[in-house]
């Protein structure tokens, strides 16, 4: 079995400033990670995924996560943040065939000017 | 890329209708279409895995006989809601699963708000 678990419900920052939004998963079988971000009545859009290559991964819109085997982790990160930014963040975790997809809580991001 | 289209995006029943979800894989075959729930400020619930031509699978506590899903076709697939209720209100979301790709990834639609009166 699988999951992720996000630490923090809720993320705010200043424009400009980093962000670092936090995600550790549970997994029996060598892990695939991903992370989508929702705007308000929408779909999810996928930022990035881990499939075993490169631990460091980049995604779109300037955004990157690193996969941490020893820490479990798969933090996304993104130097600074644009008003754009502002939304829902969702972890998730699968095996090959994302048959088995979790979602973690979720993580708002909000950016202030 | 990939693109998956779910219509309505919204809508409005009155209690006791039914409301049908469409899923479409527009440029690619989904052999498996996956059927979320998401509650206001909460995460992605699954409710059911929808494999073209055969019987849903359903994940524990879902009602098959409430929530009808059909995957007629590698491009479409339904959630019907029968018999709604208020309590059934909430923002369903499909996914499909790109079958040419060697490595499974999801695409997911725009979501449908479901409101019932």
């Known amino acids: 079995a699988q999951s992720v678990t996000q630490l923090g419900s809720h993320v705010s920052v200043s424009e400009g400033a980093l962000v670092l939004l936090r995600c550790n998963y549970s997994s029996s079988v060598p892990p695939y990670l991903f992370w989508y971000v929702q705007y308000p009545n929408q779909g999810l859009q996928l930022l990035l995924k881990y499939t075993s290559a490169a631990t460091l991964v980049k995604g779109i819109n300037g955004f990157e996560a690193e996969f941490k085997k020893s820490e479990t982790s798969f933090h996304l990160t993104k130097p600074s943040a644009h008003m754009s930014d502002a939304a829902e963040y969702f972890c998730a975790v699968s095996g090959y065939n994302n048959n088995d997809m979790r979602f973690g809580a979720g993580t708002r991001l909000t950016v202030k000017p | 890329g990939a693109v998956v289209s779910q219509h309505p995006s919204w809508v409005i029943c009155k209690s006791g209708t039914s409301v049908k979800i469409e899923c479409r894989s527009l440029d690619f075959q989904a052999t498996t279409m996956f059927w979320y729930r998401q509650f206001p400020k909460q995460s992605l619930m699954l409710m059911a895995t929808?494999?073209?031509?055969?019987?849903?699978?359903?994940e524990q506590g879902v009602e098959k006989d409430k929530f009808l899903i059909n995957h007629a076709s590698l491009t479409l697939s339904t959630l019907t809601v029968t018999s709604a209720h208020p309590e059934d209100s909430s923002f369903y979301i499909c996914?499909?699963?790109?079958?040419?790709?060697?490595?499974?990834?999801?695409?997911f639609g725009q979501g449908t708000r479901l409101t019932v009166v």
């Open positions: 929808s494999n073209e031509g055969s019987k849903a699978t359903y």
């Open positions: 996914s499909a699963n790109l079958r040419a790709a060697r490595l499974r990834e999801l695409t």
